[in-house]
């Protein structure tokens, strides 16, 4: 598993966490005007799924 962060056409944070296929698992649902909020709700998935690397 993985997680994405990337900006959006927006120009707000998002991430997406993906299975080791490829398959989407889940995503912010939202976008973040700071890069350091998106990261606070990976951090919140991560801490149920320690391990996962975070790719930008």
Do not use: C, Q
Not at 3 to 21: I, P, Q, V
Request: aromatic share 14%; proline share 2%; glycine share 12%.
């Amino acid at each position: 598993m993985y997680f994405k962060l990337y900006k959006d056409t927006g120009g707000y944070w998002r991430w997406t966490l993906f299975a080791t296929n490829g398959n989407k698992i889940a995503d912010s649902g939202e976008g973040y005007v700071n890069k350091s909020d998106a990261e606070n709700g990976i951090n919140l998935v991560k801490s149920t799924h320690s391990g996962t690397p975070v790719r930008e």
